[in-house]
């Protein structure tokens, strides 16, 4: 099992900041890669920002250049550094871990960490 924790989220203005955190523990060293995913009321979950073991990332277009997702492998920690917020950047956002297997994969998540960009 993979337990993942959130922190970091809050309300911030539009043109603003925010930082979040997670932190992994458990059985973390089968998990191949880590991301951050969020929903909005009334809509469904998505993918926001994925690193890899290896460094690798990709993101939502809707997010790139202004988010940034980074990893501390000593400390078994994710961040997303959000800039430039948006209204529409407003929703839950989920911590993700995977762990491949034979079959697929698993994901493991947090519970999450509300972000509000509103004036």
């Known amino acids: 099992q993979v337990q993942l924790v959130e922190s970091g989220g809050g309300l911030v203005q539009p043109g603003g900041s925010l930082r979040l955190s997670c932190a992994a523990s458990?059985?973390?060293?089968?998990?191949?890669?880590m991301g951050w995913h969020r929903q909005a009321p009334g809509k469904e979950r998505e993918l926001v920002a994925r690193?890899?073991?290896?460094?690798?990332?990709n993101y939502a277009d809707s997010v790139k250049g202004r988010f940034t997702i980074s990893k501390d492998n000593a400390k078994n920690m994710v961040f997303l550094q959000m800039n430039i917020l948006k209204p529409e950047d407003t929703g839950v956002y989920y911590c993700?871990?995977?762990?491949?297997?034979?079959?697929?994969?698993?994901?493991?998540w947090g519970q999450g960490t509300q972000v509000t960009v509103s004036s």
């Open positions: 458990g059985s973390i060293s089968s998990i191949n890669a």
């Open positions: 993700n871990a995977e762990r491949p297997h034979p079959f697929g994969r698993t994901n493991y």
């Open positions: 690193i890899t073991s290896g460094g690798n990332t």
